[in-house]
């Protein structure tokens, strides 16, 4: 009894004026849920946009095919931060930045996993997941750890949450900052 699909008109409203709107109904699957755990892990929303800081070239093909799929624009830019280089990813979509931080709030400290996520179908809290660990997350085989750092205590509970339905169980500890 899991949830096949998100209704986007109750979250952020009719969308009838919009050139590229959301799905009215967003469909619960494997790529809706890496674009969730990507965005918990290194998204930002804005106004006008989403934006994606990564610089794997896997993880940002499949940020680019995401937009391709929902037919909005984005624009890349490299970036110097200070302390290694980046590459940004902006996904132009109002509905989108709204749904996300209506979803899972923005900025490090307040991001959380989506309420409906507890519920979904398997195949989207895999994609989460793995979007999640795509991003921020380390994982060793050899060593059987599966790493996280986060500044959000209701993210990092999220994830040990969502981790147990695949049957990964978790311990946490605080460092200095994480």
Known sequence: NSLNFLETRELIGEQSYVKKPLPQN????????????????????TKFYVSFSNTDPLFLTKIREFAG????????????RGFSLGHDIRVNSIQLSRLMKKLCETGSRNKEV????????????????????DGDGAV??????IRVSYMSEKL????A????????????????EY
């Open 114 to 133: 989506p309420f409906f996520a507890y519920s979904a179908r398997r195949e989207f809290v895999s994609g989460l997941l793995r979007g999640y660990f």
């Open 69 to 80: 799929i929902c037919n909005f624009t984005f624009n890349e830019y490299d970036n110097n």
């Open 161 to 176: 949450l969502l981790l147990t339905r695949f049957g990964i169980f978790s311990k946490k500890s605080r460092g200095k």
């Open 140 to 145: 060793s085989v050899e060593r059987r750890v």
């Open 156 to 159: 990092i509970d999220g994830i």
């Open 26 to 45: 967003i469909e619960l699957n494997e790529l809706w849920g890496w674009i969730f755990g990507a965005y918990l892990a290194e998204g930002n929303a």
